[in-house]
């Protein structure tokens, strides 16, 4: 393709999903239930589990950790979204740019590396269970969890950084948000470096903690079927269930969105599936955990009769 000149760029233009503009006030609706749905839902997980003392586990620490990503997740990009998807100029300044950039891809990264240490949980609570409260004691689930907020910040500031520094030759993002690979596209420069850095970050990002959460099922499974009884099995799956459909709905869609190849003919229906993993995934989140968790439906009717008894 023929670059353009090299410009100043202070705004960038998203023009994701231009080629819908009549379903632009049926997508905003969408998303701003799922939005609310989201708040709520994540919010309410994690007011139960810091309200209700059964709840202060690992497990739920985790959780907590997973809905407050949830929140900051979509908050990236979301408002700005419904906004865009009222305005005739559907625009961001190259600041803003460059903080939902950083925002969205540190909350992705740092989420992908949680689900990968909540499977180590589930591998401990299943497979070693009477170690389990000596080798995940607070002091190890404080530690991991500030791994990954660690590890998904810096990794952002690499790749924001080194996106931000590029020369660009147009100002349009043919994307819904300032995502790292359609802001790639802009630029006039070699980006080489930019894109073996990105893939050297999919594989500790993505491919290892996807790879350790299989390894760690695999164990689970094994473990899983010697037990004798169905409703031994039965019991012991369940505690892992929802955190299993949660992983393979994450990078189940990271991968086609990250590892797969470019297609021109596909763009519309990358661009909707990309939706689907900033809004959809982290609304069902909560209801997963919620609908298909004993410990938090006890919680939740335990608060509500506290609740109810203290009105009257």
Excluded at 97 to 118: D, H, N, P, R, Y
Excluded at 167 to 181: A, H, P, Q, R, V
Excluded at 288 to 297: A, E, M, W
Excluded at 303 to 309: D, G, R, T, V
């Amino acid at each position: 393709m023929e670059r353009q000149n090299k410009t100043s760029v202070t705004i960038f233009l998203l023009h994701g999903l231009d080629g819908y503009p009549v379903f632009y006030f049926i997508f905003f609706l969408l998303c701003l239930i799922m939005y609310i749905v989201i708040l709520l839902g994540n919010s309410f997980l994690i007011t139960v589990s810091i309200l209700d003392s059964h709840l202060h586990t690992p497990m739920y620490f985790f959780l907590s950790n997973l809905s407050f990503l949830d929140i900051c997740y979509t908050s990236a990009s979301i408002p700005m979204l419904l906004v865009n998807f009222l305005s005739e100029e559907k625009s961001i300044s190259f600041i803003g740019c460059g903080i939902q950039m950083f925002f969205s891809f540190a909350m992705g990264s740092t989420e992908c590396v949680l689900l990968a240490i909540m499977a180590y949980d589930r591998y401990l609570a299943i497979c070693k269970p009477l170690r389990y409260p000596i080798i995940m004691n607070k002091g190890l689930g404080v530690t991991l969890v500030t791994s990954c907020w660690m590890a998904g910040g810096l990794t952002s500031v690499i790749q924001t950084t080194l996106t931000m520094k590029l020369s660009f030759c147009g100002n349009i993002i043919d994307y819904l948000t300032c995502e790292i690979l359609a802001v790639l596209k802009l630029s006039c420069d070699d980006i080489s470096l930019n894109v073996t850095v990105l893939m050297i970050s999919n594989i500790f990002i993505i491919l290892i903690p996807g790879a350790f959460i299989i390894i760690s099922y695999f164990f689970i499974l094994i473990t899983i079927l010697r037990i004798n009884s169905v409703e031994g099995r039965k019991k012991s799956f369940s505690t892992c269930s929802s955190h299993l459909t949660v992983v393979i709905m994450f990078y189940g869609t990271a991968l086609f969105m990250y590892m797969k190849p470019e297609s021109k003919d596909s763009h519309a229906t990358d661009e909707l599936i990309a939706l689907f993993y900033a809004v959809v995934i982290p609304m069902l989140n909560p209801i997963i955990y919620s609908l298909r968790n004993k410990d938090v439906k006890a919680a939740v009717k335990k608060l509500s009769k506290n609740i109810f008894s203290q009105s009257t």
